[in-house]
């Protein structure tokens, strides 16, 4: 089992850019997909993207294209969620998680069934 742990949330302006980053530790994490949810206050979990553990194919919410940009580095064992031109509604506490999988299946990321997940960091957009 992987643990994760994320940082890097905060209040920022609309328009402005923040960078969440999630460390992993545990099970070797050069062999899970990753990727980001959020959920917003009063509202339900959502997928917001996922990336292979090659770094080779990523997904995103329609929401979220062109704005954000996952990444990863296996040496560092963390995943990085590059937010720019944020939103209000981007507020939200951004969960990262793990699925046991060299490829993002996205059956699985689409329902939240995946292997592990972090405790969450809280994303503020101030308008």
């Known amino acids: 089992q992987v643990q994760l742990v994320e940082s890097g949330g905060g209040l920022v302006q609309a328009g402005g850019s923040l960078r969440l980053s999630c460390t992993a530790s545990?099970?070797?994490?050069?062999?899970?997909?990753m990727g980001w949810f959020r959920q917003a206050p009063g509202k339900e979990r959502e997928f917001v993207t996922a990336?292979?553990?090659?770094?080779?194919?990523?997904y995103y919410a329609d929401s979220v294209k062109g704005r954000f940009t996952i990444s990863r580095d296996n040496v560092k064992n963390t995943v990085y969620l590059q937010m720019n031109s944020l939103k209000p509604e981007d507020t939200a506490v951004y969960y990262c998680?793990?699925?046991?999988?060299?490829?993002?299946?996205?059956?699985?990321?689409?329902?939240?069934?995946?292997?592990?997940w972090g405790q969450g960091t809280l994303v503020t957009v101030s308008s």
């Open positions: 998680a793990a699925d046991d999988r060299i490829r993002v299946d996205r059956s699985r990321w689409s329902r939240g069934a995946l292997d592990a």
């Open positions: 545990g099970r070797t994490f050069g062999s899970y997909a």
């Open positions: 990336i292979s553990w090659s770094g080779g194919t990523t």
